[in-house]
């Protein structure tokens, strides 16, 4: 219900009964921390992870019955109606997920010819068959020897000899992409076929190769490179060759891969590069009871949910950003360094602070180390996103600029290297991507093999909007920066403010990277602008208020649809989500908007949706890890930004209340 179109009493009621949905939510919020003081949803992705894991034990011989029959069961619990697996919920069907699970299930023991799987192959084949899936799905077909090598895109080892100013070198991937290119060259070099005792020919469409891209193009140029790489591949394989420069690559190779496990046993913290370093480092000849193979396969325990005889397995985990969304919540709900969770919130992220160097030092090798990772165990990529919110929650909690007991000398200490950190990691226009600066080399993206996923980083909406928050933030603390350190800050400021500006849709909107969409880029975007001292009138906050409130959904949430990355009609667009709804309402907030019947909708909904234990119900995938490739619900988002969301939002009412009142009492003293 509109606060403007309220009586004093039905105002008094709207505002009593959001409070009690605060509270309830805050309560559970609380009820789900860690006695060592972290928070950790779940983070859930789509059945190609559970498929892949369990073709991987089945190529190194270390499949159970148990596993097996566990892992099958939540795929099988997975599929649609129509024989189809998609990448988010209620998502359309998808080609390579759907042949992924297939073969799993057919490992498993399920018989072709059952309704579920007669089905799955009738999708699989119409939609292409595997002659159309992408590249990941055709090379682990090839590693059991139901896809030729020779017809994937060739993957060299010796790419790991280019140097950092060459293009197309390692470091002008993404990291994640990095860390999974230079492990699959290894394996391809090798080009093991592990035959499985059936094959896959009812996934066979028949379809001729596609045509090749004209010559002049990018694509097409690519294509003719891959022949001759393939040619080289060939020669490569020859014993004098293999003997000197395919043997260095390799081993050169390997090294970097071991250098770079992490104290988990894994490597990124993700499923792709772990999975791909297992095989690759098994290839060249570590035993399964070698003690790197050995933390690498025990670590995968770790990420494995098990629960009513189902097992899937968690592409990754997210304690410390999801720890740092909770004390932003804290904070924002009226809690402090006094109450003791989060006091212990406090201290475990403050030891998970990052201070040696990675991978990102190559583009910025005289930058110190600092800053925090998303995962327990990443020590080789800290990200600017989750080093901004660590910052952000350490000042929303009320950590000032001079602490002085311990815990927050320490924690004052972690960040500032953070925040220098951050500042060090700008990229050349202004903005900022998540793990590496500059990481901007279109040319990756057109290569033969890159047909799945982001592969490079470059700065982004969100991102940048979250560390010009957080710099504002730092501006505006009494004690926090002086002299030359504050004008420095307040030049990049200014400079995120512009790159935001020229990112801003011509609808007012901003694009999310890393979370469901639109509405996650304008949350983002608009309380970092009004951080940064842009007045809510200026036209830039005008036009996103209006995209807000032009997409509301008619019962007072918000939602949009993933397919909004790839069909401009879904942006704005879908079911109401508890963290959809919460990020536009902080958006509404930050513009002066609380009073307004927007935001006043907004916060009905959430009340309306709330469950009685505190939280709210959100099937629906609201985070991102490859635009139009691959989703992420977030367990912990449909609580902590509720939480947060209407913290500010019952705030600000009280402060227009006061407002107000105090105006009034002007009015009759005149």
């Known amino acids: 219900m509109p606060a403007r179109s309220l009586s004093p009493g039905g105002l008094e009621e709207h505002r009593s009964r959001v409070a009690g949905t605060l509270e309830r939510a805050r309560r559970h919020l609380l009820e789900l921390q860690s006695p060592q003081g972290w928070w950790k949803g779940e ?27 566990e892992t ?23 080609l390579s997920t759907t042949l992924e699970a297939y073969v799993a299930l057919k490992l498993a ?20 068959g595997v002659e159309r899936s992408r590249v990941f799905t055709r090379l682990w077909m090839a590693l059991f020897g139901l896809w030729s090598w020779d017809d994937l895109p060739a993957l060299p080892p010796e790419v790991i000899f280019l140097p950092p100013r ?38 066979r469409s028949g379809l001729p190769r596609l045509p090749p891209a004209p010559w002049r193009s990018v694509e ?31 081993a050169a190779s390997e090294r970097w891969i071991i250098a770079r496990q992490e ?53 990754c985990q997210s304690p410390v950003w999801d720890t740092a969304l909770a004390l932003v919540a804290l904070g924002d709900s009226g809690s402090s360094l006094a109450d003791e969770p989060v006091a212990r919130a406090l201290a475990w992220i403050v030891g998970e602070e990052i201070t040696r160097r990675g991978d990102w030092a190559v583009r910025r090798p005289h930058l110190a180390p600092g800053g925090w990772a998303f995962e327990f165990a990443n020590d080789n990529y800290p990200d600017v996103d989750d080093t901004a919110e660590v910052v952000l929650a350490m000042r929303r909690v009320g950590l000032g600029g001079q602490p002085v007991d311990a815990l927050g000398q320490a924690a004052s200490a972690a960040l500032q290297r953070g925040r220098r950190w951050v500042e060090g990691m700008v990229s050349s226009d202004g903005g900022w991507g998540a793990f590496d600066a500059d990481n901007t080399e279109e040319l990756c993206t057109r290569l033969p093999f890159c047909d799945f996923g982001a592969v490079i980083d470059p700065p982004s909406a969100d991102v940048t909007a979250h560390v010009v928050e957080m710099l504002a933030r730092e501006l505006a603390t009494p004690g926090a920066l002086d002299g030359p350190a504050r004008d420095a800050t307040r030049a990049l400021v200014a400079g995120g403010v512009r790159w935001l500006d020229a990112a801003q849709e011509p609808d007012g909107s901003w694009f999310g990277r890393w979370g469901a969409n639109y509405i996650y880029g304008t949350g983002a975007a608009v309380p970092a602008l009004i951080e940064a001292g842009v007045p809510a009138s200026d036209p830039r906050i005008r036009r996103a208020v209006a995209w807000l409130e032009s997409h509301q959904n008619p019962d007072g949430g918000f939602g949009e649809d993933l397919r909004s990355y790839v069909e401009r009609y879904w942006r704005g ?10 990020w536009a309402l902080l958006a509404l907030v930050a513009a002066g908007e609380a009073a307004g019947r927007c935001a006043g909708r907004a916060a009905g909904w959430l009340s309306e949706a709330q469950r009685a234990d505190g939280t709210w119900d959100e099937p629906w995938y609201t985070g991102t890890g490859f635009p139009g490739d691959f989703y992420i619900n977030y367990h912990l988002y449909r609580l902590v930004f509720p939480v947060s969301a209407l913290g500010r939002y019952l705030r600000a009412l009280e402060a227009n209340e006061q407002d107000s009142s105090l105006l009034r009492a002007e009015g009759r003293g005149a």
Not at 72 to 90: C, H, L, P
Not at 110 to 127: I, N, Q, S, T
Not at 284 to 294: A, I, N, R, T
Request: one cysteine or more; proline letters at 5%; glycine letters at 8%.
């Open 72 to 94: 099958a069961a939540w795929i099988r619990s997975q599929q649609r109606s129509d024989g189809s697996w998609a990448t988010f919920y209620e998502g359309p069907a998808d």
């Open 43 to 69: 983070l859930e992705t789509n059945v190609t992870m559970d498929a892949e894991v369990l073709l991987m034990r089945e190529f190194l011989g270390i499949r159970t019955s148990e596993q097996t029959e």
């Open 109 to 128: 023991g399920d018989d072709p010819g059952e309704p579920h799987m007669l089905k799955a192959a009738a999708f699989v084949r119409e939609a292409g």
């Open 573 to 582: 667009r879908g079911a109401s989500t508890a963290s959809q709804t919460a």
């Open 263 to 315: 104290a988990d046993g894994g490597w990124g913290g993700i499923q792709p590069p772990w999975v791909y370093s297992i095989l690759a480092l098994h290839l060249q000849g570590y035993s399964l009871d070698h003690p790197v193979l050995e933390r690498a396969i025990a670590g995968l325990e770790g990420f494995t949910i098990r629960e009513d005889g189902l097992r899937r397995f968690e592409a």
């Open 220 to 250: 097409g140029a690519f294509q003719l490179l891959d022949r001759v790489l393939h040619s080289y591949e060939a020669l490569a394989r020859r014993r004098l060759v293999r003997a000197t420069v395919r043997e260095a690559a390799l």
């Open 166 to 203: 060459v293009p197309l070198n390692i470091y002008d991937f993404a990291c994640w992409a990095r860390q999974t290119i230079v492990a699959l060259t290894v394996v391809a070099a090798h080009r093991p076929a592990r035959p499985l005792p059936f094959g896959i020919d009812e996934l």
